[in-house]
């Protein structure tokens, strides 16, 4: 009983070396990064139809010292098999997580388990979010697990199948563009000034200490008027680099508002007379109060503001005729005198002058380097883009070529990359070519011209690669009724339907065990009840439509409140539990526990990567899209529905679901924008507030398109109402089955 790892992956003859996809690669990278050889590595042949979809050639060092074993689709277990490989299973615990960025993220974490000292958690970034979010919310992940993989082994393909020819051209992918203007921009750092600050008070110290033999270097620091100095904070995985910029030689050093007023007080502070009387003052009331103190602090900003300026304008004036003293002097020395006095001023500085402008300078005058693709530290997804780089380097013999010059941020972070101790010792472990050298054979890749893509200007691409995806559209009013206008004109009505329950929909709490009550997944107190009526809504409907040895699957479950349930109260069915976020999955886990259920299997996974077979799909508030992704699934499958949406702001255009969803909707002249303002409107539902009844109208347009799409598949669907509607403002329920 331990972990196992499934990935696609089979030997290219008896002995040489691999095929696999680069995805595969990637994991088999982290695992050795990461030394877990307590994974068991299974490694799957695949379909011929399969084979050669996406596949390159990897040396077979990769999976040296690794316990691992060949072996074919049919030998693969039921329960992986409902999911896209990669994948990892925990069999003591039931867990079976799939999809490349859920798998590498687990391997990271039971290594910082078998092994806290080496820090592999770091790798994770801050606040343990990288690759955190699923590819359907967030255009990061997307990126890293889905559009860099296929766009750089179409580039490989077509880099090694290319007819030679001069005037070849390739046309470099969209996606590898979009991961080097990812890199152009300043890295996004929470709380940057706090952490500049820290830095400041951590490293000036040292900095300044010159028995601390910091070094900087020289070629940056150059007498003139200004300097750069880079330095480096070793971390456990890589390291963190930050600029300073300061003026050296002729600084003009403008006080701020408050340095001025500081210094006038203390040159003008005079003690008091003793033998002055004390004089009580006449009392104002408040409003001559504010006015004169707004009248002494407008005369006392305007002192400053004249002293402030005189200042300025006296040193320029300083400035500007030592500049053309200076000028002067150079026109008279000979030409071997004015080289010599400009080469003097092209020396660098020493460690004493620059330790001595240290002294003075702030936050303003650092600047953190974008040195790896998620900000300031490496993690997991530098590790992942490593390969996906090695691999695209190695088709062109590690000669970037003309490709460079549209892709020098990449280059530069693949060059730094190559620099770290750690991941040097991983690659040379995997076979990799950590000399960057050209092949002794004869290089053709300065045969190929790369020509930059046409970047297209659509929703989508205007969204920045970040953790989490946001639309900028609104439900503003001309665009609503605009909207509203062409679902009256289209004709389409909001048709309510009923409960199969109708009103009878109680469950009887105090017969459940302690473990199956939301009480024990850590709901507030004041929520309890209200989630109570939420899940008996559910849980009625699943019992009305399920029969024995049915196959129930719990989408976005959480920590299991609805999926436990609908477990205990129907053993004779196989209930999987599907979430992708770890500490709801870690909570659902403890209660099975304790609970002894044997009837559930918990799938950390995105909803795009399950693909089992099941009969009834359940969901409560799937946020946005994921109500449109489980509605798809079920649809797919055949299978009957309970679907509680929510969140209708957060719809968005995904690689899978486009809006509207109906032919219904699409045929009345609805576009992607129209869903969009409806998703905002019909989040305006919650109670006691003007919009709501408007607000509740769009909800039921957003599950109307839901429903009709449903029809359009010969389903029976059900818009209904959870009882009583005040358990929660996001009170629909859609409840469809098969014809």
């Known amino acids: 009983m331990g972990e196992k790892i499934y990935i696609?992956?089979?030997?290219?003859?008896?002995?040489?070396?691999?095929?696999?996809?680069?995805?595969?690669?990637?994991?088999?990278?982290?695992?050795?990064?990461?030394?877990?050889?307590?994974?068991?590595?299974?490694?799957?042949?695949?379909?011929?139809?399969?084979?050669n979809d996406n596949v390159i050639t990897v040396n077979s060092d990769i999976i040296k010292d690794l316990r691992y074993e060949f072996i074919k689709e049919n030998d693969v277990p039921c329960l992986v098999k409902n999911c896209i490989l990669p994948v990892t299973v925990d069999e003591r615990t039931s867990m079976i997580r799939c999809g490349l960025c859920g798998t590498v993220r687990h391997i990271v974490q039971s290594s910082h388990t078998k092994n806290p000292g080496e820090n592999f958690k770091d790798l994770l970034g801050f606040r343990q979010g990288s690759l955190r979010m699923c590819a359907e919310v967030s255009g990061?992940?997307?990126?890293?697990?889905?559009?860099?993989?296929?766009?750089?082994?179409?580039?490989?393909?077509?880099?090694?199948?290319?007819?030679?020819?001069?005037?070849?051209?390739?046309?470099?992918?969209?996606?590898?563009?979009?991961?080097?203007?990812?890199?152009?921009?300043?890295?996004?750092?929470?709380?940057?000034?706090?952490?500049?600050?820290?830095?400041?008070?951590?490293?000036?110290?040292?900095?300044?200490?010159?028995?601390?033999?910091?070094?900087?270097?020289?070629?940056?620091?150059?007498?003139?008027?200004?300097f750069l100095i880079e330095c480096d904070i070793t971390l456990p995985h890589g390291l963190q680099r930050y600029r300073v910029y300061k003026n050296v030689n002729n600084t003009l050093y403008l006080k701020s508002d408050r340095d001025y007023r500081r210094e006038k007080a203390r040159k003008e502070k005079v003690p008091r007379n003793p033998d002055r009387p004390i004089t009580k003052p006449r009392t104002r009331t408040d409003e001559e109060k504010a006015a004169q103190k707004r009248a002494k602090k407008k005369r006392r900003k305007d002192r400053e503001t004249a002293k402030y300026l005189e200042e300025i304008s006296l040193e320029r004036e300083k400035i500007n005729s030592n500049s053309n003293n200076l000028e002067k002097e150079f026109q008279e020395l000979s030409v071997n005198d004015s080289n010599d006095i400009q080469q003097e001023l092209l020396e660098p500085h020493t460690n004493e002058e620059i330790r001595n402008c240290f002294k003075t300078i702030s936050t303003l005058d650092i600047e953190f380097i974008h040195l790896y693709s998620e900000g300031l530290e490496m993690t997991v997804a530098d590790l992942i883009l490593f390969v996906y780089c090695y691999f695209l380097m190695q088709s062109l013999e590690f000669s970037m070529g003309d490709l460079g010059q549209y892709l020098p941020h990449i280059e530069s972070w693949f060059d730094h990359m190559m620099t770290l101790?750690?991941?040097?010792?991983?690659a040379k472990s995997c076979g990799f070519n950590t000399v960057k050298i050209l092949d002794s054979l004869p290089t053709i890749t300065n045969d190929i011209q790369f020509i930059k893509p046409c970047l297209p200007v659509t929703l989508e691409d205007e969204m920045e690669l970040n953790r989490r995806n946001k639309t900028s559209v609104r439900a503003i009013k001309p665009e609503l009724t605009e909207a509203l206008n062409l679902i009256q004109n289209g004709c389409i009505d909001v048709i309510l339907g009923e409960h199969p329950r109708r009103e009878q929909v109680e469950i009887d709490w105090s017969s459940l065990p302690?473990?199956?009550?939301?009480?024990?997944?850590?709901?507030?107190?004041?929520?309890?009840?209200?989630k109570c009526q939420q899940l008996e809504n559910l849980v009625t409907a699943v019992v009305e439509i399920a029969k024995d040895g049915d196959v129930i699957v719990d989408f976005c479950s959480g920590g299991g409140h609805l999926g436990i349930v609908i477990a205990y109260l129907l053993p004779k069915c196989k209930i999987y539990l599907i979430e992708n976020k770890e500490e709801s999955i870690e909570r659902a886990r403890i209660r099975l526990d304790n609970l002894q259920l044997t009837n559930v299997v918990i799938y950390q996974c995105n909803l795009g990567y399950f693909h089992g077979q099941f009969s009834i799909g359940v969901c409560l508030h799937a946020c946005g899209v994921a109500t449109d992704m489980v509605l798809?699934?079920?649809?797919?499958?055949?299978?009957?529905?309970?679907?509680?949406?929510?969140?209708?702001?957060?719809?968005?255009?995904?690689?899978?679901?486009?809006?509207?969803?109906?032919?219904?909707?699409?045929?009345?002249?609805?576009?992607?924008?129209?869903?969009?303002?409806?998703?905002?409107?019909a989040d305006q539902t919650e109670f006691n507030i003007a919009l709501a009844g408007q607000?509740?109208?769009?909800?039921?347009?957003?599950?109307?398109?839901?429903?009709?799409?449903?029809?359009?598949?010969?389903?029976?669907?059900?818009?209904?109402?959870?009882?009583?509607?005040?358990?929660?403002?996001?009170?629909?329920?859609?409840i469809g089955t098969p014809n």
């Open 421 to 426: 101790p750690r991941l040097q010792e991983a």
């Open 8 to 51: 696609r992956g089979w030997r290219d003859g008896d002995h040489g070396d691999m095929k696999m996809p680069l995805v595969s690669s990637a994991v088999l990278f982290v695992t050795r990064y990461c030394q877990a050889d307590h994974f068991n590595v299974y490694l799957v042949k695949t379909s011929e139809e399969e084979e």
């Open 632 to 681: 798809q699934q079920c649809l797919d499958n055949n299978a009957a529905f309970v679907i509680c949406p929510c969140c209708y702001g957060n719809i968005v255009r995904t690689h899978q679901i486009n809006y509207p969803r109906s032919s219904k909707f699409r045929n009345a002249g609805l576009s992607y924008k129209d869903s969009l303002t409806l998703g905002h409107a």
């Open 695 to 734: 607000g509740c109208y769009c909800a039921n347009l957003v599950d109307t398109d839901r429903a009709e799409l449903a029809r359009e598949q010969n389903y029976t669907v059900s818009l209904c109402s959870l009882k009583p509607l005040s358990c929660t403002p996001k009170n629909n329920l859609l």
């Open 514 to 530: 302690t473990s199956a009550h939301p009480q024990d997944g850590e709901v507030p107190k004041k929520r309890i009840e209200r």
């Open 140 to 226: 990061w992940t997307k990126l890293c697990e889905i559009e860099l993989p296929s766009s750089i082994y179409q580039l490989i393909t077509l880099i090694r199948n290319r007819v030679i020819d001069d005037k070849e051209e390739v046309e470099i992918p969209v996606n590898l563009m979009k991961l080097e203007m990812h890199f152009e921009k300043p890295p996004k750092i929470h709380n940057d000034h706090k952490l500049k600050k820290a830095l400041l008070v951590k490293n000036r110290e040292q900095i300044l200490n010159p028995e601390s033999g910091t070094q900087f270097l020289e070629n940056d620091c150059k007498k003139g008027s200004q």
